[in-house]
């Protein structure tokens, strides 16, 4: 069975950090492009970070440059997305996707075969 699953969702303060886990089964996560998506309530899931399958490279939305890293360890079938100074703004469902191909390339849902379940991320004071 094919599946990405996620983890590390909570309740945060603003300025704190989480890492979200996205463990895949079924497949070679190493060979796929994955991104983290987030939804908040009313709003388009709009893509966060992104890293390669070829090279590692990453991509990141503005809103989070410099504050959201995203890695892999392929011997683990997981990614990560370490967040760190949270804002309320940061508020929403985060979900891992992953598609076949090299590179990261636009922050959209287009072409993602697996998506995961989606956690829950809550910055508030």
């Known amino acids: 069975q094919l599946q990405l699953v996620e983890s590390g969702g909570g309740l945060v303060q603003p300025g704190g950090s989480l890492r979200l886990s996205c463990a895949a089964s079924?497949?070679?996560?190493?060979?796929?492009?994955t991104t983290w998506f987030r939804q908040a309530p009313g709003k388009e899931r709009e893509g966060v970070s992104c890293?390669?399958?070829?090279?590692?490279?990453?991509k990141h939305a503005n809103s989070v440059k410099g504050r959201f890293t995203i890695s892999r360890d392929n011997a683990k079938n997981t990614v990560y997305l370490q967040m760190n100074s949270l804002k309320p703004e940061d508020t929403a469902i985060y979900y891992c996707?992953?598609?076949?191909?090299?590179?990261?390339?636009?922050?959209?849902?287009?072409?993602?075969?697996?998506w995961g379940q989606g956690t829950q991320v809550t910055v508030s004071s």
């Open positions: 996707a992953a598609r076949r191909g090299d590179f990261c390339t636009a922050l959209t849902t287009a072409s993602y075969t697996y």
């Open positions: 079924g497949f070679t996560f190493g060979r796929y492009v």
């Open positions: 890293i390669s399958s070829s090279d590692g490279t990453t």
